[in-house]
């Protein structure tokens, strides 16, 4: 959801929230869950820990920005309902043998019956056995091979970005049609709601892997080869795609924001990262871009500078843009821009950032610069 001042919003979900209000009454707590039962009964509501440790694992898969099962795009819609069907197959064909097995249960325990034991257990095994299974697997196979092609179809895209997979953040190169130059950025993939985008991955060191449950399934980015998928956002919103592939100390905090909009406010967004940073206006921030062009610039690249060939780090033209710092590491304020540049691996042990020792000067002023690039 986008309000008035501009700022997307994570979609309020009202599965999650029935699913919240479930969960609260299994186990109640002091500020949620069901303080009107747990008054009501006149005693103190006991958490169930037992229960608890049971379903957490079970339902924090059910709601959120990163759940497969409340999809925000064609290409999660269509794994959504195959894992209903597959869960509903499930469910009967479960619930048919443990009609059997009660039943036969029952029928050993009743009254004597005629001895019927060599002609239907044959029967059973061939209606349950070999007959079920012949009517229901190819149906399962073909509702997967039907989701699959979908996924995989590479259809006319409105867009192609590029997603770089480095350890441990996320390099994206816009392909705008009729430029040259590509809209480079990090960390946050924005999208026109509503159009398909193809994406190709690449890799510059190890596999990484590009899932954003929301919208569509897993691929990996390989070193030395380029994968092609498609992203497509139904709604605008805000969707996580925290790297799906064991890639190093910091895999844990490599995580992709995808950002859905309105066609017309992307373009914006697009035109807005496509122009260089503007020159900084005062001598502090001027001192600032002399700072980063002296002991940044080998790795970061700041477009409308001298500094254009650092790919080390993640492009810092419009960084005070983003909503985030490091990969989802960091709510993008200025506070932490500062914690991060003063000591990168107190906040993210082992990224590829060294401590850069700045006297106070230097330091504050290249801190300002980056919080002016907008
Ligand atoms: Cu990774």
Redesign the pocket.
Same mark, same amino acid.
């Given at each position: 959801m986008i309000d008035q001042r501009g700022e997307v919003r994570v979609r309020e979900r009202p599965g999650a929230r029935r699913l919240a209000s479930a969960v609260g009454r299994i186990l109640p707590c002091k500020d949620g869950g069901s303080p009107a039962r747990a008054r009501s009964s006149g005693r103190r509501a006991r958490p169930r820990p037992l229960l608890a440790a049971t379903l957490a694992p079970v339902l924090a898969a059910c709601g959120g920005p990163a759940s497969t099962l409340t999809p925000g795009g064609p290409g999660a819609a269509g794994i959504a309902t195959l894992w209903w069907l597959l869960l509903g197959v499930a469910v009967a064909i479960y619930g048919l043998v443990l009609a059997v097995l009660v039943w036969a249960v029952a029928r050993r325990r009743g009254p004597e019956r005629p001895d019927t034991s060599e002609v239907w257990p044959r029967r059973g095994v061939i209606a349950g056995g070999v007959l079920l299974p012949l009517l229901v697997l190819p149906v399962l196979l073909l509702a997967s091979v039907r989701t699959q092609l979908a996924l995989g179809r590479d259809a006319p895209a409105a867009l192609t970005v590029e997603i770089t997979?480095h350890?441990?953040w996320w390099e994206l190169r816009y392909l705008v049609p009729g430029s040259e130059d590509p809209v480079v950025t990090a960390n946050e993939l924005h999208l026109p709601v509503g159009r398909r985008v193809q994406v190709r991955l690449a890799s510059v060191d190890v596999i990484?892997?590009l899932w954003v449950p929301a919208l569509q399934g897993k691929l990996d980015l390989i070193p030395g080869q380029t994968n092609v998928t498609w992203l497509e956002a139904d709604e605008p919103g805000v969707f996580h795609g925290p %790297?799906a592939?064991y %890639?190093g100390v910091q895999?844990a905090g490599?995580v992709l924001t995808v950002i859905a909009r309105p066609p017309a406010e992307f373009e914006t967004w697009l035109e807005n990262q496509r122009r260089p940073a503007l020159p900084p206006a005062d001598p502090h921030r001027q001192h600032g871009q002399a700072v980063f062009l002296r002991h940044c610039a080998a790795c970061h690249a700041v477009r409308g500078t001298t500094a254009t060939a650092g790919r080390v780090g993640p492009d810092l033209t419009h960084v005070a843009g983003r909503r985030t710092l490091a990969a989802g590491r960091l709510q993008n304020v200025k506070g932490h821009l500062a914690g991060w540049i003063a000591d990168p691996q107190a906040l993210k042990p082992g990224n590829r950032m060294p401590r850069v020792l700045l006297p106070a000067r230097d330091f504050h002023a290249v801190v300002d610069y980056l919080a002016s690039l907008r």
């Open positions: 997979g350890q441990w990484h892997s %790297c592939e %890639c895999h490599m």
